[in-house]
């Protein structure tokens, strides 16, 4: 509301109820005692009340052809075979071994990683299994796109895909400040030709890249919980993904 | 509903009569749907042949305990017209395909120029919910024709529950912005 009269989004929010309580008191505290918001309000009322007949009354009259039969879908149903087992069917098994297998890759990266001490001696190549794990949990998040999250048991494996892709960014994540370490050495050496500043740049590297980490993963978590299964969760999953598997690739370019 | 209970459990053991009866059903809801959202017969028809044969061969994903068939099927069927949406140019409305295909509308005992005038604000409001961004169009038809709460819209667009109810109240100031250049209100007032 502002200073003297309704919003129009308080109106519409008034005639289609998606008001609060509280909201609506206030409104109706208004209402008494102001017709221009009384005039507006039945204005909005008409235009409500002339969209939903008219709506009503194309799609009420919309008439089907014949084609439009049970015959038509008949065979198609003949052919296939029910599937009694939920959990083999093509829209759970795809994007589960997908996201499994980037979350495997991911940790056989990470386990080379510490196998190999990688996180305190510089210059260490981090393999295949990274980037592997980038593409799948990609192609695991791309194929989630638009799908309906409430359609069973969609739900269930949203919330395991998302968890999935989750750990696994949060994995590679780790392997990335490896390589923006090392990136900053080499370019603090490149530059200054001096092994000596290369540590402590090493050292800032890692703090700001482990906030930023931190920042990310944390945030990153709040903001897939609360949008769980729906697009933007996923692209910003797929986003994430992109940047970290450029960011593993950025030595091999440069170098 | 117990009979369509009892027909989704003599589908899942294999009866297709119970099948057909299902589909039967649901038949001219789902078109309607569809049609709503993309604005054309074909395509409507496509997009509901496709919701059905999905959520036929995908009974068994069906749980009772979370939500009611039909809405369940209008999700599938949205998810088929967005794809339609996606595959093809942006679907326009013809106004003589719509009065060739339509039966005689419910009202009128008015005159033939009142016709004309109630067919003319039905057009200027059909083509302005066509015109609005997928999103909100979804929201208008499921709001105002099916009936739906905002719960039930959120769940079958897959968007948070306040996402939903943004979304009509967005799509119905952008309507009455784009209607409100026509001036057919006071035509309206005068027809009844």
Known sequence: MNNKHLTPDGLT?????????????????????????????????????????????????????????FSAIAPQLQNRHIRQNIWLDRVILVPSTLALSGLVFALFGLWRVIDAQAFTSPAQQLGAFPP??????????????????????????????????????????????IVLRDLAIMAVIAMDGRNATAGPIAILTVLLGAMLYIGFIIGGAEYHYKHIGQSGSWKLFSITLLVQLFILILPYLIW | MKNLEVLIERWRAGDQRAAEHIYNQHREQTFRLAYGLLGNTEDAEEAAQDAFTYALLHINHFAAQKSKFTTWLYMITLSRSRDILRKRRPPTFSLTAWLRNRQSPLVSRSGPEQRIAENEIRHSVWNAVQDLPPALREATILRHWSGLTYQEIAEITGCALKTAQSRVRLAHQKLVQILGEVDFQQSAEETR
């Open chain 1, 13 to 69: 929010g008034y005639i289609y109820c998606t008001l609060d309580d509280a909201e609506r008191e206030i409104m109706d505290a208004h209402l008494i005692e102001c017709p221009t918001c009384r005039a507006n309000l039945t204005e909005q009322e008409l235009w409500k009340r002339q969209i939903s007949n008219e709506v009503g009354m194309v799609l009420n009259f919309s008439a089907l052809s014949s084609q439009m039969s």
């Open chain 1, 132 to 177: 592997l794990a980038c593409f799948f949990l990609t192609l695991a998040s791309v194929e989630q796109f638009d799908h309906s999250l409430s359609l069973q048991p969609r739900r269930v494996i949203s919330w395991a895909v998302a968890v999935i892709l989750w750990l696994g960014s949060a994995f590679i994540g780790l392997l990335d400040l």
